[in-house]
């Protein structure tokens, strides 16, 4: 069965701060996708990236970088130099293609409540 | 273009009553789905289409009924509301299942007493 863990359940730092979110995943397949999404307090879910499990180069956009590694099965996430805009709450998602072509959806970690203080 | 829009943004329910969520998308998105989101639980899957007349279970599918009879809508229905449907659902859709962005509706806040 796929399982996604975010261990950390809130984090709180200092504008300008760092902060990585950590994501550990698990499956039995050898292709799947990683996502990640984001929560503003407004309650809409945002699409941030898409990582399919043949490519492991981590990838930058602007402040945001993810660091995927198949050999810990972590597909974590960076924010550098945060800002009160990042306040939210992120979801790191898993899905797979060989159980009905992926029809069952994304499955879900319980999500890192981002907090940054000015 | 709207994207994927749901109705009501609220609603209060009794326990017992029955009610439709509304889910309308005009992407043209094969990939229908239902998500609820708990506190400290993520989002987990009820049910999901993969085109007009096709749907099927996710996780948690008890207590909800869907159908699609086009391609745009995708309604989901409690027959009998209980307070632990008490929740936050998702609609989201995708031009096919498999590893493509799924797009969300703004969401629809349920509280059932």
């Known amino acids: 069965a796929q399982k996604v863990t975010q261990a950390q359940t809130e984090i709180s730092v200092v504008e300008k701060e760092d902060v990585t979110l950590d994501c550990v995943y698990e499956?039995?397949?050898?292709?799947?996708?990683l996502f990640w999404y984001k929560q503003p307090p407004s309650g809409e879910l945002v699409f941030l990236i898409r990582r399919n499990s043949f490519d492991e180069q981590n990838e930058i956009s602007g402040r945001y970088s993810w660091n995927f590694q198949k050999s810990t099965s972590s597909f974590n996430f960076t924010i550098t130099a945060s800002q009160v805009v990042d306040s939210a709450v992120y979801f790191c998602a898993l899905s797979e293609g060989s159980s009905g072509g992926g029809a069952d959806g994304l499955t879900f970690g319980k999500g890192t409540h981002l907090i940054i203080q000015p | 273009n709207a994207g994927v829009t749901q109705t009501p943004k609220f609603q209060v329910l009794k326990t017992g009553q029955s009610m439709t969520l509304q889910c309308a998308q005009d992407m043209n998105h094969e990939y229908m789905s239902w998500y609820r989101q708990d506190p400290g639980m993520g989002l987990r899957l009820i049910h999901y289409?993969?085109?007009?007349?096709?749907?099927d279970q996710g996780e948690v599918p008890n207590g909800y009924n869907v159908s699609r009879s086009t391609t745009e809508d995708f309604p989901l229905r409690l027959l009998s509301a209980a307070p632990s449907q008490t929740s936050v659902y998702f609609c989201a859709s995708s031009s096919s299942p498999w590893a493509n962005v799924l797009t969300f509706g703004a969401g629809s806040r349920l509280t059932v007493l």
């Open positions: 289409s993969v085109g007009a007349g096709i749907t």
């Open positions: 499956t039995r397949d050898t292709t799947y996708y």
